[in-house]
């Protein structure tokens, strides 16, 4: 996945400076950035403080390290469930 060229807490930032009255034209000229990629921020950052962002990351990062976690497990239980099915 390609990195953002801005932090979450710039996002954040950026999603302020609209709520403050600033157009969504003019931010999207002044940061270089699509309208797309704008709506897309406001619907997953919209009404988070910078400390909120900072948990989410975190909670990201738990949910990814156990999602790998339940994958080794399940090859793990598909090589002994293998391995008693033999007849020996």
Sequence with gaps: MKKSRYTEEQIVAILREA????????LLRKYG???QT?????SKYAG???????????L???????KKMVAELML???AVKAALQKKW
């Design 38 to 42: 704008y709506y897309r921020w406001k």
């Design 48 to 58: 988070m403080e910078t400390s909120d962002v900072k948990r989410l990351k975190q």
């Design 19 to 26: 709520e403050a009255g600033v157009s969504v034209n003019d």
């Design 76 to 78: 793990d239980l598909e």
């Design 33 to 35: 950035m699509s309208r």
């Design 60 to 66: 990201e990062e738990e949910n990814r390290k156990l």
